[in-house]
């Protein structure tokens, strides 16, 4: 949208001057809007009572040229002005505190398949086959994530790592971060995990490696992710408004890593037979007490 003002805000205005299914779809809007950047375009037909040629007009009248355009604006001014840094921790610990009684697991499992079911689109899967791809061919992988999504980049160092010695993490000493990230070279890459707010430094790496040329992978929440701009490839969970943290980034690096087994099933397979062996003859686990 061109012009610079609150979305929300202007459906307000313009609501009381339309036809009655668009003024019925605008009152959903303005009560829901925090939900509305989730749904597709016939979710939001259904939960609102009007047809999807409605919502295609009402898209036109607020001057974009489709619904998905109108909805990225809705979720950004959702995300600007209801999520922060724990606002998922905060709403599932008030969630759990109103249903002290419930099943915990099956809820937070109903949860989670929720989200899953919404981020396997075509456009993710052919993103995620693009990026094994890149994966493939790179000299070395740098894996950069902080904070709670540090987690992530250290699965994706350990997994990608026992078949391939040309993978780190950039942040494992975060002093010198800025250096690795200078270190880096035109047949390296980087994959990006990156969860909405991001840190200031994770996206200052990323435009230094974007400026340097080196290709971007990203694993994010939600695609109004800044980093999405220096990116070559963006897997985007959207799921910033939903409360189960790292786990949609972690379905997908773990979707990333079985994929790079599979086109290298003879390295993978030469590498773990040599360390069950490793293991074996350096008596590591315990199999009976």
């Excluded at 929440?221 to 897997?235: D, E, F, K, M, S």
Aim: charged share 25%; net charge positive; proline share 3%.
């Amino acid at each position: 949208m061109k012009e610079n003002i609150d979305i929300i805000d202007k459906i307000v205005k313009i609501k009381d001057f339309l036809p009655k299914k668009q003024k019925t779809l605008c009152e959903y809007i303005i009560l829901n809007y925090s939900e509305i950047g989730l749904m597709s375009i016939n979710e939001l037909s259904e939960k609102s009572g009007v047809g999807t040629t409605t919502i295609l007009r009402l898209s036109k009248i607020l001057n974009y040229t489709s619904y998905s355009d109108l909805k990225k604006d809705i979720l950004k001014n959702s995300m600007a002005t209801n999520i922060s840094s724990y606002s998922g921790l905060k709403e599932s610990f008030k969630n759990i505190s109103k249903n002290k009684n419930s099943d915990i697991l099956s809820n937070v499992s109903s949860e989670l398949l929720s989200i899953i079911e919404n981020f396997i689109t075509p456009q993710n899967i052919e993103q995620i086959n693009k990026a094994v791809e890149m994966i493939m061919k790179a000299k070395r992988v740098n894996i950069l994530g902080l904070r709670s999504s540090r987690a992530v980049a250290s699965y994706l160092e350990a997994m990608l790592g026992r078949i391939s010695p040309n993978v780190r993490q950039l942040n494992s000493d975060s002093e010198y971060l800025f250096d690795n990230a200078l270190k880096l070279k035109a047949d390296d890459i980087l994959i990006v995990s990156s969860l909405w707010p991001c840190t200031r430094r994770t996206v200052t790496v990323s435009n230094v490696c974007h400026k340097n040329k080196i290709p971007i992978i990203l694993i994010t929440n939600t695609i109004l992710n800044p980093i999405a701009r220096y990116a070559n490839i963006v897997i985007d969970t959207n799921s910033a408004n939903k409360n189960e943290g790292i786990i949609p980034n972690m379905i997908v690096a773990e979707a990333i890593i079985k994929e790079v087994w599979k086109r290298n099933p003879s390295k993978f397979q030469e590498y773990l037979d040599t360390l069950e062996k490793l293991l074996e003859d350096n008596d590591i686990f315990i199999w009976n007490e």
